[in-house]
């Protein structure tokens, strides 16, 4: 317990600090799990599928943007 | 003499692309209708109950959560020199945000020259715009940037530089751009939906599909 508060106070200023950095990324997550949901939902009919596609389309979504801010951010870091 | 019996009415269906199950489309063209008019309706008349209400809850939460985001000033539509609204364009894709953006347009700039209402989904006020006395009030009342001497007659001619939008724009900030992202992002995902309501569920050609490992049936997706 007393390490989950630990590893909780130091992620926290390091959350911050991204935060901070990229202010419109917290605006961004809801829109990026939306349009998951939405091209999951429209590619399949079972609720257990669109659940599961959500998580798929999520992760590649994710991890996409997460790679365009991640060069961004570097490109803004050394120039 | 033999009376013809009346052909059956065409059916269109859909095939389920995850357990090859027939969706009955009801009326397409009425089901991609009230999918325009508030996501996810037209999959509830089609008795697609778990997508219809996916589709309503998550993309109306989005549309009004960016409304909010954006104090209630992001949606409306404007065509004018100066105030070109191409958000509006995506916006649209929701319709019970669209239809009352463009008769508080067409209010605005016809012969009453005041919105209904409390002036929701109404466009900005531009340099020089000329309105009526009750809407001249209203403005003044709700806009804590503008007041009487903001006005020159019934003419808004605003002491600071740019028109009404230029004074949302600096309170809001970037909650603005935000707002405008989320009720944009939420029109144009819904035209997916309305897609849906249309001719089904999209599928991958090559018969594999997204996080799920079941071959999508061959054939057409929809049987007329």
């Not at chain 1, 799990?33 to 389309?57: K, M, N, Q, R, Y």
């Not at chain 2, 209630?72 to 995506?90: K, M, Q």
């Amino acid at each position: 317990m007393s390490a989950l508060c630990l590893a909780a106070s130091l992620a926290s200023p390091i959350l911050a600090t991204f935060a901070d950095r990229v202010p419109g990324m917290f605006f961004g997550l809801p829109l990026l799990a939306l349009a998951s949901l939405i091209f999951a939902a429209t590619h399949h009919e079972d609720p257990a599928a669109i659940g599961l596609a959500t998580v798929h389309w999520t992760v590649w979504l994710g991890g996409i943007l997460g790679v365009v801010l991640a060069v961004v951010l570097l490109l803004g870091t050394f120039s | 003499m033999a009376q013809r019996a009346n052909p059956p009415k065409p059916r269109f269906v859909a095939v389920s692309p995850d357990d090859g199950t027939t969706i009955d489309l009801a009326n397409p063209a009425l089901a991609a209708f009230l999918s325009w008019l508030v996501p996810g309706l037209g999959q509830l008349y089609q008795g697609r109950w778990f997508k219809g209400t996916v589709f309503m809850v998550s993309l109306m939460a989005t549309f009004l959560a960016g409304l909010w985001i954006g104090g209630g000033t992001v949606v409306y539509a404007s065509w004018r020199p100066g105030d070109r609204r191409l958000e509006f364009i995506g916006q649209a894709g929701i319709g019970v945000a669209a239809i009352p953006s463009l008769v508080q347009a067409a209010l605005v700039s016809g012969s009453a020259k005041q919105p209904l209402g409390y002036g929701w989904f109404a466009p900005p006020l531009l340099r020089g715009q000329e309105v009526s006395e009750s809407y001249r009030q209203q403005v003044i009342a709700s806009d804590p940037e503008i007041g009487p001497e903001d006005f020159a007659g019934m003419r808004f001619t605003p002491r600071q530089p740019g028109d009404q939008s230029s004074l949302w724009r600096r309170r809001l900030g970037r909650h603005f751009d935000f707002g405008t992202l989320y009720t944009t992002l939420a029109g144009l995902l819904n035209l997916l939906v309305i897609y849906d309501a249309w001719a089904g569920p999209l599928r991958h050609e090559s018969g594999k599909d997204d996080g799920d490992a079941s071959p999508t049936p061959g054939g057409s997706s929809k049987g007329r």
